[in-house]
């Protein structure tokens, strides 16, 4: 089985400063890995993925995760962020084949401040 | 890119009753969608998967009896709510697995989320 933490609840930073948000994930078999972000009242939406590969993925609003297996980690990264980047973020595991389920962290709520 | 169509967004029922929720493929064929339930400032917790044509799998815990799904075809997967109580108040989350994707389990849609209040 899988399981996903995401110790931080609530990172707040100022705005054009860089963020970090930490993932820990603890699995027996290879995974994928996610994260997700969701805007108030409204679904998730995908915003990069680890498969295989590169262990830094990138999205193309600015968002990075680096894959560290030794470390079992999946952190989010943004050198500066933007106010608009305040929503909550999701890291996520699945199986890499099997039963294509996947197991969310509890989330890290981003406030940007002004 | 693919987008999975969620009604209603808000709903306020009564005790008792039944509360539908739809999830659509608009424009892909979802071989498998799951279904989610969010408590406020919580993550999501996957109650059950359903496939075309065949039952869903439901989660451990989760009351097969009381959250009825349905994936009648490769478009449509629908939950249902019965006899609802305000315990069931949550905000529920769909998402589709694209025919397309093959053996691949990555990737997947999402609705936009479902607001149950039941009072």
């Known amino acids: 089985a899988q399981s996903v933490t995401q110790l931080d609840s609530q990172v707040p930073v100022f705005e054009e400063a860089p963020v970090e948000l930490r993932c820990n994930y603890s699995?027996?078999?290879?995974?994928?890995l996610f994260w997700y972000v969701q805007y108030p009242n409204q679904g998730l939406q995908l915003l990069l993925k680890?498969?295989?590969?590169?262990?830094l993925v990138k999205s193309i609003n600015g968002f990075e995760a680096e894959f560290n297996k030794s470390q079992t980690s999946f952190h989010l990264r943004k050198p500066s962020v933007h106010i608009s980047d305040t929503a909550e973020y999701f890291c996520?595991?699945?199986?890499?084949?099997?039963?294509?389920?996947?197991?969310f962290g509890t989330g890290t709520r981003l406030k940007v401040l002004a | 890119g693919a987008v999975v169509s969620q009604h209603p967004s808000r709903v306020i029922c009564k005790s008792g009753t039944s509360v539908k929720i739809e999830c659509r493929s608009l424009?892909?064929?979802?071989?498998?969608m799951f279904w989610y339930r969010q408590f406020p400032k919580q993550s999501l917790m996957l109650m059950a998967t359903?496939?075309?044509?065949?039952?869903?799998?439901?989660e451990q815990g989760v009351e097969k009896d009381k959250f009825l799904i349905n994936h009648a075809s490769l478009t449509l997967s629908t939950l249902t709510v019965t006899s609802a109580h305000p315990e069931d108040s949550s905000f529920y989350i769909c998402?589709?697995?694209?025919?397309?994707?093959?053996?691949?389990?990555?990737?997947?849609?999402f609705g936009s989320g479902t607001r149950l209040t039941v009072v």
């Open positions: 359903s496939n075309e044509g065949s039952k869903a799998t439901y």
């Open positions: 998402s589709a697995r694209d025919r397309r994707q093959g053996a691949s389990n990555y990737g997947y849609t």
């Open positions: 996520a595991v699945s199986e890499a084949s099997g039963t294509y389920k996947y197991i």
């Open positions: 424009d892909f064929q979802a071989t498998t």
């Open positions: 699995s027996s078999v290879s995974v994928y």
């Open positions: 680890y498969l295989s590969g590169s262990t």
